[in-house]
């Protein structure tokens, strides 16, 4: 049972993130069978000694599997997998984006939703439509002047130019995963002075209203390419976030 258990985690990263590392694999071997419906878990012990992680991370992992309804806990049994364990419906969770890692995946996600109904925006937006990303944008503007993370209205804008698309499904996959997709909790708004946080703000309204305008336009590709180069740019913002903690903890 214990060369069994340290095959089913010899593949964990060994990174500061080894929740997400413990998660990855769990899921890995659930979906490739090693781990088959109704299978009960090793304890969290041999999860321990076999992974070399903490018990709190063991506990958080399998928390976040249950999230997913990967697996289920019976009193005094354990952990078992599901019956059914294939994920009805694809979700991301805050408890996901522990890294900046994670972050910049969920930015290429976000490239390959958003550029495409940028487009479809620009050639089928209503005047409501354009008042609404509007409206968003005035109010996403007023939070960070105000001191606050603004992700929540910078989640509605964006949110708006997938309701423009007429396409309901646009908008409901973003309702699944919520705010989570714009994930303003790395930006620390918070360490910048006055004259930063103006620059940062004024940066990033500047490439919310070009998106604006170009939907406002019917032109399809420079909405396409305004989304594009906002996204691209956000990436390039995360990359250098997590560039200078790196040096800071060498």
């Known amino acids: 049972m214990k060369e069994q258990e340290t095959t ?12 997400s590392g413990l998660v990855d694999t769990l899921i890995a071997q659930i979906e490739s069978g090693d781990l088959a419906p109704g299978q009960r878990l090793p304890t969290e012990q041999a999860i321990m000694t076999a992974t070399g992680v903490s018990r709190t991370v063991v506990r958080e992992a399998l928390a976040s599997l249950r999230a997913k309804g990967l697996i289920t806990t019976r ?4 952990a078992f997998v599901s019956d059914d364990p294939t994920p009805r419906s694809f979700s991301i969770i805050p408890t996901d984006l522990e ?11 976000r490239m390959g939703i958003e550029v495409e109904a940028a487009g479809l925006a620009a050639r089928r937006r209503t005047q409501d439509d354009v008042e609404r990303m509007a409206s968003r944008l005035d109010a996403l503007e007023k939070s960070i002047q105000a001191g606050g993370p603004g992700a929540e209205e910078d ?20 309702d699944t995963f919520g705010s989570t997709m714009v994930p ?22 500047r490439e919310h209203r070009a998106i604006l305008s170009a939907i406002r336009d019917q032109d399809e590709r420079a909405a396409q390419k305004a989304v594009r ?14 560039d200078r ?5 060498s």
Do not use: C
Not at 8 to 19: A, G
């Open 184 to 205: 303003r909790q790395w930006v620390r708004f918070d360490t910048m002075d006055a004259a930063e946080r103006q620059k940062h703000v004024a940066r990033m309204q």
């Open 229 to 242: 180069t906002h996204l691209t740019k956000s990436s390039a913002r995360f990359v250098e976030l997590r």
């Open 99 to 109: 890294s900046i890692d994670d972050v910049l995946r969920i930015l290429e996600l």
């Open 8 to 19: 089913l985690f010899n593949t964990i990263q060994q990174t500061p993130n080894l929740r």
């Open 245 to 249: 903690a790196r040096t800071g903890q």
């Open 155 to 174: 989640f509605g804008f964006h949110r708006a130019i997938l309701v423009a698309t007429q396409n309901s499904y646009y908008a409901r996959l973003f």
């Open 75 to 78: 009193q005094g049994l354990g």
